[in-house]
Every structure is written in C-alpha cells, then in structure tokens.
C-alpha cells in the first residue's frame, strides 16, 4: 500500500485530493495544525480515514516529526497563507508559510525520507504582471503581491532541490481553481454565496472590487488529479494546469446570477474597500506540456462548475433556515461571518 503526506488537508484542495488518494487505495496521513475550534468542513466525510500528524509548516520540528511518523511514499504540500489580499496586511506571515514553509517541508523530507516524491503548490499568480499570454511553464515570473512574491520563491526553492540533491520534487502551476468547498473570502464563492442568499431574500446587495480582472477559472476536483499525475512519472519535472479559457470577473457575476434567473446589475455595488494595491489583471494557462505528458485535461466546464457552487450555496442557505434561524438571525451571522473573513 503506497502512502502520502499532505499539508493544507483541511483546505479546499487537501480535501479533494484526500478523496482521490483514498480511492486510488493510499494510506493517508494528514498534516494540520492546532485551531481554537475544529475546522474539519471539508474533510467531515472521510475524516475517519485519514490519519492525522499534528504540526505546522512554520515549525521544521514538527515536520521532521510528521515525516518520520508516515515514511510516506508521496507529499503533497498545499498549505499555505493562500488568500492574496491577506498578504499585503500578513506579508511577513505569508513569507513565512507560503515561502519559508516550503524550504522546511523540503528539509524535513531531505532529512526524514529522502526518496520521496514532492508536490509543491505553485500559482498562476507567480506570473502577475503577464509577460506572454497564454502563460507556460516558460513564461517569465512578475508577481504583484506579496503572496505571488512567496510562490516564486517555494517554487524556485523545489526546483533547486530537485537540482542540488537529486530529490524527485515537481512543481504544480495551478491556475485559479474552485468548487462549493473554496473559502468564502475567494470571488467565486464570495458571488455564489451571495446569490442564494439574495435569491432567498437574506441580502439584497453584494459589495464587489474589480469586475474587469480576468481569470482562468477550473474545477479543483480536476486539478488535484493533476498533482498525483505528476508524481506517478518517471521524472520529476513542472506543469502548468488550466482550462485555457479565461473570463473576467463581470462574466462569473453573469452566470453565478443568471443561474437562478437574477441580474447581477440589480444587485452588485462597487466597493473601492476590495480593490487590491497590485492587481493581476489577466491570466490564461496553456496546459499543452499536461496535456501531452500526463494525459491530463479538464473535465468539469466553468458554468457547470458555478452552477455546482450555487446549488450547493442554495442548499446551505436553505439548511440554515431549517435549523430555525430567523431571517434576521441568518443575515447577522451572514454579517458576522463576512466581517470575521474580511470579505
Ligand atoms: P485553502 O486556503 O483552502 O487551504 C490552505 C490550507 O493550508 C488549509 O488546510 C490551512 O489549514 C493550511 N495552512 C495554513 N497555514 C498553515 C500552516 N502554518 N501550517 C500548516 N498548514 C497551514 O487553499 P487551497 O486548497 O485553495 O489551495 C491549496 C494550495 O494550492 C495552497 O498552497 C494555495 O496557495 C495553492 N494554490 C491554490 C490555487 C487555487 O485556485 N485554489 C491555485 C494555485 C495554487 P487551516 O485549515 O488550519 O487554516
Ligand atoms: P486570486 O483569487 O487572487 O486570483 O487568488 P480571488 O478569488 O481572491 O480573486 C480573483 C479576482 O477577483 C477580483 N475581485 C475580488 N476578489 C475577492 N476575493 N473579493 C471581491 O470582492 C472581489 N472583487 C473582484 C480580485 O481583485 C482578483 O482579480 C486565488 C487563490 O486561490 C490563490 O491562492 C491562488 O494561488 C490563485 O487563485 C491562483
């Protein structure tokens, strides 16, 4: 039986890539840290057959622990401070989990188990201020917050492990990836919340940035098939993943709304408060190299997918009522909720 180690389990694509471990028949051993209450949303299913490590990126201690208790044959490291807005109020604490984490999540697997193969999350957000569109494995890095300034550097620091000791370490560029488990602070859910609260008379405004940001938008249950694609090749080597298709912000408010016969315009407010000091204004993947090399391609489109975190939001709102909460109530904790994530 083959086991893996992931970090970020608790997160969006930790948790898709748990499942699909789970069903390829792996043991295996999640990564998560301490938290004042528990936080297992996205795992409560299959929370069971995971065998929990405590630990915390910014603690090498705690990794060379975890490493030395799994031996895993994989790791996949997809924890990280992984909201871009948070990195410019966070920079140094986003310098220390998403850049510095990486280099002590390569040491402990230098140090503990040599011979396994590493995934590392890298970002389409590495390429920032585009220098070619669509962007490749070759395009040039231009980050333009301190979030994409700490990808460069965990992607940079796997690829010179991979150099200077020979480890099998592979870096995953990942373009923008949702679905109904993405946190809440992120555009797709932020939108695909608002509808059905908006649709089930809850709210009746959402306060929205920049409708004119373009984005690469795919399923994270297809993606996180790419991560274990790359670490079953005899080679070591980077990939980008992508849908190679790309809509902008406005185009998301469109179908997430027109999903339950809404127009956005009746409902979204421009709020400078969610402008960004940086912004990236345009990505699009071409993810011939996956393609070709891994057999990978998308599956799930972007209205299907939009369509899925709108029913799921739909069914959320809808529980909540059913738990008794008045309207009033409902919209408070929505409120409260919002406040809380910054969004
Ligand atoms: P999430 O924000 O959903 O999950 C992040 C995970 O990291 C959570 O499990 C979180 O744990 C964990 N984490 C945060 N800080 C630490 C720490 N100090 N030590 C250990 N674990 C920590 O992110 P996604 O699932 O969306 O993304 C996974 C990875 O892929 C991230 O590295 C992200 O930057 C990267 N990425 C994501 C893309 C996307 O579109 N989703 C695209 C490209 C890259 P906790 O639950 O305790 O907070
Ligand atoms: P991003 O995702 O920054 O691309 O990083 P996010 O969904 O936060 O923003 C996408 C675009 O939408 C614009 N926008 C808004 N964004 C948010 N969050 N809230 C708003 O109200 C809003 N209005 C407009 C943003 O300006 C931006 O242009 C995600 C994360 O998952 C990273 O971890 C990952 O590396 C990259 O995707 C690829």
Not at 96 to 108: D, K, P, R
Not at 149 to 161: D, L, P, S
Request: aromatic share 10%.
């Amino acid at each position: 039986m083959k086991s893996a180690l992931i970090t970020g389990t608790t997160g969006q694509d930790g948790s898709y890539l748990a499942e699909w471990l789970l069903r390829q028949g792996y043991k295996v051993y999640g990564l998560r840290r301490r938290t004042s209450s528990p936080n297992f949303d996205n795992v409560e299913a299959i929370k069971d057959e995971i065998e929990w490590l405590s630990g915390d990126l910014t603690d090498l201690a705690s990794l060379i622990g975890a490493v030395q208790q799994s031996r895993p044959d994989e790791v996949y490291n997809l924890g990280a401070q992984s909201f871009v807005e948070t990195s410019w109020p966070q920079p140094l604490l986003t310098g220390q989990i998403t850049a510095i984490g990486v280099t002590n999540m390569l040491e402990a697997v230098r140090i503990a188990q040599p011979g396994a193969k590493f995934y590392q999350a890298s970002s389409s957000e590495m390429f920032g201020k585009v220098q070619e569109t669509p962007q490749t494995e070759t395009t040039p890095f231009y980050p333009r917050s301190p979030y994409g300034a700490a990808k460069v550097f965990g992607h940079w620091i796997t690829v010179n492990y991979r150099e200077s000791f020979d480890m099998f370490a592979c870096s995953g560029i990942l373009f923008n990836h949702e679905s109904p488990r993405r946190g809440i602070e992120f555009v797709t859910r932020k939108v695909t919340d608002g509808v059905a609260r908006i649709k089930q008379g809850l709210q009746h405004e959402l306060r929205m940035g920049n409708l004119d940001a373009k984005r690469d938008w795919g399923f994270a249950g297809d993606y996180v098939k790419a991560m274990w694609l790359m670490l079953q090749q005899e080679r070591a080597d980077d990939f980008v993943i992508s849908t190679g298709e790309t809509r902008t912000v406005r185009e998301l408010l469109e179908v997430a709304f027109g999903h339950v016969g809404l127009n956005y315009e009746d409902h979204v407010v421009i709020d400078p408060k969610f402008f960004r000091p940086a912004e990236v204004d345009l990505l699009l993947g071409d993810c011939t190299k996956a393609r070709q090399v891994l057999g990978w391609r998308p599956e799930v489109s972007f209205e299907q997918m939009i369509g899925m975190m709108v029913d799921a939001d739909m069914q959320k709102v809808e529980w909540e009522a059913g738990r008794g909460q008045s309207k009033f109530q409902q919209a408070s904790a929505a409120a409260g909720r919002r406040r809380g994530s910054g969004v």
